[in-house]
């Protein structure tokens, strides 16, 4: 069974057929993570599923406590936001989740990432739901 077939979102029952990311909201949370280094950064995806192509287009933020080895969010999204995910930095050459990450994964949606230091585009790592790494598009 793909990641695709798993990923349903209680308002879009047909599996996804892809994931596409915007490349400036990427580009945006690299510069983000960079300036709370050494401690981490965390937002949140937003974006719409149409014809089963979740796209990502733009990021959230919401007040949090951050420090070397977590960040911990105050969420209260309006009714209105779309969040369909999270963004994370980790201030170690490490994208791994941890226990913690792959639970507050299963609470904020469909496309999780990890970007390590040193925060480049490359460094970003996706995540399901639960924690399995999965493959996105870059899109301009």
Known sequence: MSIFSKMKWFFNPKPLKRIDI???????VSSFAK??????????FEGRISKQVLEVQDIIFQPYIASTHS?????DFPLTSQVV???QSHPSRSARPSN????????VGI????IKYPY???????YDSEGD????????
């Open 22 to 28: 915007k490349r400036k909201v990427i580009a945006d």
């Open 35 to 44: 300036d709370a280094y050494p401690k981490e950064f965390l937002a949140f």
């Open 71 to 75: 960040a911990l969010p105050r969420i």
């Open 85 to 87: 995910g999270s963004i």
């Open 100 to 107: 913690a990450d792959k639970n507050f994964f299963r609470k």
């Open 111 to 114: 496309v999780n990432a990890i």
């Open 120 to 126: 480049n585009m490359d460094d970003v790592v996706y």
């Open 133 to 140: 790494e999965i493959h996105i598009n870059i899109i301009d």
